[in-house]
């Protein structure tokens, strides 16, 4: 709601007044001077050397600016930590062992465990002091943090001042000058042109270009070829059909429940009493869902009958799942057991897509599978006719029954944008010497997607200075953009001192009247700034933007817009983001007087050493 705070954390800190001196990296190089001690950097009188920077890491693959973004952050640590023992800031014992304790992977049912505390000492730390010592300087880290970071309050007033500036909006009317209006202006005769291009000759070069011929085997286009038949599709159906069908069966079941730990004797009694049931649905099939919710311990499906809707084979446990998919509609199975206890399924329902439904389908498959075996065989014979008569194509298409495809101009480092043309090892190929300069055939490139493509050069037109006519309209557009941008800008410039001295502002063909506000941002940023630094005490008020595109932008400020009410909780959001940005700005600060009261010396040891 309030992006403009974070996205313009500089002004916002201006604005409360907040010190915005940022904490940055300056390299290990740009510390003090260097020392011949084996140590990464000094701070204060603690060392940190490469073996901290690593185990820092953990082992993490790093790059140099990772490895200095993680000194950078030790070297913070070390300050917080030199000016905490300067103040006598230490962690007791008592303070230690709670901390500890509440870390929920030393726990177990919500109490500290000391099994699971000694099992994470032995994978990470060789002393349980060691890590007690690291939790103790994270503790005083985060209470020196807390004591600069944490205590920060703003007025309401404050709040209430900087939401009227980010929502205080501005009716503004926009008058642009483009290069283009002085085109009559700038001088585009053959005299200028020529000096233009005769000083910027380099930049009219034509590129390297060829124009190919080629041919394309490709496996689907085989298959489209083949012709299936229906007996082919008959068999393979039948042989695939629980898989392709999508084949769902619809079960019904009583369960009666055994529990892990069951003693022989109670898993035996409650088979007994399966059975029994068994033989009662058996005799009275039509009353299997009755007997069902009176006897089944399943919560999920007792209170439906046993119902337990379409499934897919491997949904199931693989006991039930084996039994399910080997019966017939209608049929009441055995005891089936499963690592819940003892099953009685009915299959009530097989459903699957038809024959019909699938041929389509399963035509494409069979024409795929045929033609991967064909489009292996051409690929062999593409490879030996292609070799063997290099000098042309013909032999490829006589024997293969290709047909020869034409490409436009390509250049060696333009890709087209087909996608066999434009593939880089297809481009590699056919700029090499074989084929651009003896003329020869490309060797077999696979572009992907069971293509595999012969080509060879059609027309090859070398690097080349253009000359001034073929580019005369290209160097006459440039140069109405560069002096005309000039002259924009300079008639701009003229205009904007002319509106602000009280000159010409009715005359002038001003566009639509827009609001704008820092809250909804409508203009670039720059024209924004452009836009609020006018001002607003005596209107209308007026700015002027130069942009990268050579217009000139002027600004006509009607109107200041108040900014409206915000609500409880737009406020509260905003001296969050305020009260963080306030804090940021502070904290740098901070780091930077500890800077200068704790020296920061490089030592003789590099980051990337491996020593």
């Known amino acids: 709601m309030f992006e403009f705070v974070q996205n313009n954390k500089t002004v916002i800190q201006v604005i409360l007044g907040a010190v915005a001196l940022t904490f940055v990296g300056f390299g290990v190089g740009s510390y003090s001077s260097a020392t011949d001690d084996p140590y990464l950097v000094k701070v204060g009188g603690s060392k940190i050397n490469k073996r901290d920077l690593d185990r820092a890491l953990e082992g993490r693959p790093s790059d140099p600016a990772t490895r200095q973004a993680m000194l950078e952050q030790m070297i913070r640590t070390e300050l917080l930590l030199s000016d905490a023992r300067d103040h006598g800031v230490t962690v007791s014992p008592e303070q230690l062992r709670k901390f500890i304790a509440a870390v929920p992977m030393f726990q177990e049912n919500g109490q500290f465990s000391a099994q699971r505390y000694s099992e994470f000492l032995k994978s990470r730390y060789p002393t349980a002091e060691a890590f007690e010592a690291d939790v103790s300087r994270d503790l005083i880290v985060r209470g020196q943090l807390d004591s600069v970071a944490g205590t920060q309050f703003l007025p309401d007033a ?34 200028a042109i020529k000096a233009y291009y005769d000083a910027n000759a380099k930049h009219y070069r034509s590129a390297e270009q060829i124009k190919l011929d080629y041919v394309v085997l490709s496996q689907d286009a085989l298959g489209q070829g083949i012709q299936i038949s229906d007996a082919d599709v008959q068999k393979y159906y039948e042989q695939h059909k629980a898989d392709l069908a999508g084949e769902q069966r619809r079960a019904s079941h009583i369960l009666l429940t055994v529990s892990k730990d069951a003693k022989p004797e109670q898993k035996a009694k409650i088979k007994a009493e399966a059975e029994a049931i068994l033989k009662d649905v058996r005799a009275n099939p039509a009353k299997f869902a009755e007997i069902a919710k009176a006897k089944s311990q399943d919560p999920g499906s007792a209170e439906k009958g046993g119902d337990l809707g379409l499934n897919a084979r491997g949904a199931m446990v693989k006991p039930f799942d084996d039994a399910l998919f080997t019966m017939k509609p209608g049929q009441i199975s055995d005891l089936v057991e499963t690592e819940y206890g003892y099953h009685i399924i009915r299959l009530d329902e097989v459903k699957s897509q038809s024959l019909a439904q699938l041929k389509g389908a399963i035509v494409a498959k069979l024409q795929k599978q045929k033609a991967a075996a064909l489009f292996r065989a051409q690929s062999e014979k593409l490879n030996e006719v292609s070799y063997q008569q290099a000098d042309s194509l013909k032999g490829v298409v006589e024997a293969l029954k290709l047909e020869v495809k034409h490409s436009g101009w390509m250049q060696r480092n333009q890709p087209a944008q087909d996608e066999v043309l434009g593939n880089a090892k297809l481009l590699q190929a056919v700029f090499s010497d074989d084929v651009l300069k003896k003329k020869h055939n490309s060797e077999v490139v696979d572009v992907g997607g069971g293509r595999l493509v012969v080509a060879r050069i059609a027309e090859h037109q070398p690097e080349r200075q253009l000359p001034v006519a073929e580019v005369s309209e290209q160097i006459k557009t440039e140069l109405i953009a560069r002096e005309g941008a000039k002259l924009a800008d300079k008639k701009g410039q003229a205009l904007l001192a002319e509106l602000k001295a009280g000159k010409s502002a009715d005359a002038q063909q001003w566009g639509a009247a827009q609001a704008v506000s820092r809250r909804a941002a409508s203009l670039p940023q720059t024209d924004m700034r452009a836009v609020f630094s006018a001002g607003a005490g005596k209107l209308p008020g007026f700015a002027g933007v130069r942009h990268d595109t050579g217009e000139y932008v002027l600004y006509r400020v009607n109107k200041v817009i108040p900014a409206p009410a915000i609500s409880d909780a737009e406020r509260g959001q905003l001296g969050g983001q305020l009260g963080q940005v306030s804090a940021e700005g502070q904290f740098a600060a901070y780091l930077k007087t500890l800077r200068e009261k704790y020296q920061v010396t490089p030592g003789k040891q590099s980051l990337n050493d491996n020593n």
């Open 158 to 191: 404050v709040i209430s001042r900087v939401a009227a500036l980010l929502s205080e909006g501005r009716e503004v009317q926009a008058l642009t000058i483009k290069p283009s209006d002085f085109a009559a202006e700038v001088k585009t005769d053959a005299a």
